[in-house]
């Protein structure tokens, strides 16, 4: 009886041990800069699902606001325009997530274009810098005739 006693208080105390890291773990959960929705979402998830399983957790309303807060500071006007738009209270974590991955898509390729501008306008400038360096060298090679017969005449004389 004395060593049931003694087992159950052991697990009681391993499960808090469990709820305490997993509470810890969702007090600083951050979102990466470049980590995508839907592996910040599976991370976030995993904590909450655990906590659930432990019979611990927060309200749903909890988690939309500690996703929002957890983004980098590059997401500030998406997660303002989210809260300023939208009822927090009402707003589910898989409605937030599905608009949130839209925006993502939206700026890559946003990102894509961009990129693909940059790298038009770097290809045209080595082109017009390839064109003037072959002006260039037509040019010298002239002058290099030019400096060389000169020479030549020097000598001679």
């Not at 898509?105 to 064109?131: F, P, T, Y």
């Amino acid at each position: 009886m004395e060593s049931e006693q003694y087992l159950e208080g052991q697990s009681i105390q391993v499960k808090d041990n469990k709820i305490d890291l997993l509470v810890q773990q969702y007090e600083q959960f951050t979102i990466l800069e470049e980590e995508s929705i839907n592996n910040a979402f599976a991370r976030f998830n995993t904590i909450i699902t655990s906590l659930k399983a432990l019979d611990e957790g927060f309200s749903s309303k909890n988690y939309v606001r500690k996703f929002l807060r957890a983004f980098h500071p590059k997401w500030r006007a998406k997660v303002m325009a989210i809260e300023e738009s939208k009822d927090l209270t009402s707003l589910s974590l898989d409605e937030l997530i599905g608009n949130l991955k839209v925006y993502e898509v939206i700026i890559k390729n946003d990102s894509k274009m961009v990129k693909g501008k940059r790298e038009q306008n770097r290809s045209l400038a080595l082109k017009a810098k390839k064109e003037l360096s072959d002006e260039d060298s037509s040019t010298s090679d002239s002058e290099d005739e030019e400096y060389s017969m000169a020479v030549r005449d020097v000598k001679i004389i």
